[in-house]
């Protein structure tokens, strides 16, 4: 943004210009980068892509003749004395190099390591704290830090340095108020949606209060920045461990899926936002009283702050391993929040189904139609689009084939994880026999989710009735 303030990149620059030969349907420029809107028709849609980002490294260079980092330490880190940041400097590699190349070269960039660089980081390394993750049992152990930096990630950092940071930002120490605002300004798709990003930054409305705001995730280390201009307050964490953003919907836009972020706003900025003290709730009650704590909020101004607080918690104790405890959140939750199926549907008359079903579980029923028939196939599942992996289908009895099958690429969301699918699709049988099958795998399924239950509280497969098709 500070190149951008100077007229020595153009936001709307192809990024070919500057060397960035990506994958498109279109034009991709800086600001598509910048926005996280550059795959597929740039400007069309916001998808979270660090590798893409990183790509601005070459936009500075470019534009410079200067690395990232070298620019980083000598236009912000130096002037307001973050002697406890430093861009990460990775360890060299010894090999065999071409005549003439350089022997300060990062063997991750291009870009030549500096002995001040150098000097930074070496100081900032004695004071790091010792990374840690999860083993494949989720016990605690020491892990290593990434070596890579980019305009993506890499950073090294501590709480009062980013304070530093945040107060020039305020400040408008590097950028104009008016080009720092453009930095927080929400992108527009070229749909005209507003999207969760803008140059650099996620902006989010929550009840009229505009946050500001980043996360960091990565092997071994996890932060996040949370900015509320209206109430002239900033929130910012940092873990030596990746779980402050692992278990969260940060990346799609949502700062209220952070636990720490949450507990943030619930203590700082909400009570100001619904005129009084929000009340705690005890996560460890039996289901019964936890179910009715939650109801007795229901009616509420702030109720959906707990159903989000109740996922956030959910994904947590997954995240840790503890799934007996998150599993009995998410059922908590799927009782309290879910929906039943639509009107149209429940009236209509079921053909067959298997429903709630669970863990590894491989059903099927027969059933029969004296004539041909339409038939709405409802269903709900766990998969992607390549693969499903909780799914049903249709086959004759007579023959075996399948006749309809729950494809990844024709389902849609279905509310919850990413992961849960939806079909609703309406197709015509000739009279048979013909055999109802799902199948599931070993995870996440009906009152055993290991993630945000669908929007509606069905898992499986049913067909109704609709009359025959023209």
């Known amino acids: 943004m500070q190149l951008v303030q100077e007229g020595r990149v153009r936001l709307d620059d192809p990024v070919s210009k500057y060397g960035v030969t990506l994958e498109s349907e279109g034009v991709i420029r800086v600001r598509h980068l910048l926005s996280h809107t550059s795959e597929g028709n740039p400007g069309e849609q916001y998808r979270y892509n660090g590798n893409r980002f990183a790509e601005l490294d070459k936009v500075i260079q470019k534009a410079t ?34 005549a003439g190349a350089d022997p300060n070269a990062s063997p991750l960039k291009t870009e030549a390591i500096t002995e001040k660089h150098q000097q930074r980081f070496d100081a900032v390394l004695r004071n790091l704290a010792g990374p840690y993750a999860l083993d494949d049992k989720r016990n605690i152990s020491k892990s290593k830090y990434p070596t890579h930096f980019s305009a993506s990630a890499g950073l090294i950092s501590s709480v009062l340095d980013m304070a530093k940071y945040d107060i020039a ?15 927080f300004t929400p992108a527009v798709s070229t749909k005209g949606g507003k999207l969760p990003y803008g140059l650099g930054w996620f902006t989010q409305d929550y009840k009229g209060e505009r946050l500001i705001w980043h996360y960091g995730y990565w092997t071994c ?14 929130f910012i964490a940092m873990a030596n461990t990746d779980n402050l953003s692992r278990p969260t919907d940060l990346g799609a836009g949502d700062v209220t899926s952070s636990p720490v972020g949450l507990a943030f706003l619930k203590t700082f900025i909400f009570p100001e936002i619904f005129g009084e003290e929000l009340p705690e709730i005890n996560w460890q009650l039996p289901d019964t009283q936890l179910q009715e704590q939650l109801k007795s909020i229901a009616g509420k101004a702030y109720a959906d702050v707990y159903n989000k607080e109740l996922l956030v918690q959910a994904r947590m104790y997954a995240s840790v391993g503890k799934g007996g405890e998150s599993t009995r959140l998410f059922r908590a939750h799927s009782a309290l929040y ?10 209509k008359p079921v053909i067959a189904q298997i429903v709630r079903v669970t863990d590894n579980a491989d059903q099927t029923i027969e059933f ?42 024709e389902t849609k969301r279905a509310g919850g994880a990413e992961k849960n699918r939806l079909i609703d699709d309406v197709i015509t049988l000739p009279a048979g026999r013909y055999r109802l099958r799902y199948k599931s795998d070993d995870s996440h399924s009906f009152e055993l989710w290991n993630s945000p239950p669908p929007e509606i509280n069905f898992w499986g497969i049913a067909l109704y009735a609709v009359g025959e098709r023209p």
């Open 65 to 98: 003749g200067k690395g990232f980092a070298e620019l980083l330490i000598a236009n912000i880190l130096d002037p307001l004395g973050m002697n406890e940041t430093a861009p990460n400097v990775p360890p060299m590699v010894k090999t065999t190099s071409p």
């Open 169 to 183: 930002i305020d400040q408008h120490r590097f950028l104009s108020k008016e080009t720092q605002q453009l930095a």
């Open 221 to 234: 280390n996890s932060s996040l920045i949370l900015k509320v201009p209206g109430r002239n307050l900033t």
């Open 338 to 347: 879910s929906k039943s199926l639509p009107d149209d549907l429940a009236k």
């Open 368 to 409: 029969s139609l004296p004539r041909a028939q339409g038939v709405r196939v409802f269903a709900v599942g766990e998969g992607q689009a390549d693969r499903m992996f909780d799914y049903g289908w249709i086959e004759s009895a007579e023959t075996g084939k399948t006749v309809w099958e729950m494809k990844g690429q």
